[in-house]
């Protein structure tokens, strides 16, 4: 939608600017990916990197394992003040509201 908007239509520019929004490591696998090659549709090269990174759909967005992690790390630290219980109870929601549907 950035690009888009941001009038950027060549492939491998795409590919670039994309690049500047993950870390060192990410952009290097997707540089080393066949589909970012320059005659390779920039959305040819999207459905390849959801390839390389499994759990990126969006049916996968959150798991069993983040809410274990979530009230495991909330047991370790307490919830001390409406704050903390606030920014908890926030994520808590998002992530069961998503597992129950």
Same mark, same amino acid.
């Given at each position: 939608? $950035?690009?888009?908007? /941001?009038?950027?239509? @060549? &492939?491998?520019?795409?590919? %670039?600017? *994309?690049?500047?929004?993950? @870390?060192?490591?990410?952009?290097? $696998? +997707?540089?080393? /990916? ?6 390779? *549709?920039?959305? &040819?090269?999207? @459905? *390849?990197?959801?390839? $390389? /990174?499994?759990? #990126?759909?969006?049916?996968? %967005? +959150? #798991? ?11 047991? !370790?630290?307490?919830? !001390?003040?409406?704050?903390? $219980?606030?920014?908890?109870? /926030? ?9 129950? &549907?």
């Amino acid at each position: 939608m $950035l690009l888009t908007k /941001c009038g950027i239509t @060549d &492939n491998q520019e795409k590919k %670039k600017y *994309a690049q500047i929004y993950v @870390d060192i490591d990410t952009s290097d $696998l +997707w540089e080393s /990916c066949p589909k970012h090659n320059p005659t390779v *549709a920039f959305s &040819n090269f999207v @459905d *390849a990197i959801f390839k $390389l /990174c499994p759990g #990126s759909e969006k049916d996968c %967005k +959150w #798991s069993i394992s983040d809410m274990d992690k979530l009230i495991g790390e909330q047991l !370790h630290l307490g919830i !001390h003040d409406m704050t903390k $219980l606030g920014t908890y109870y /926030c994520t808590f929601y998002t992530i069961t509201t998503f597992l129950h &549907n």
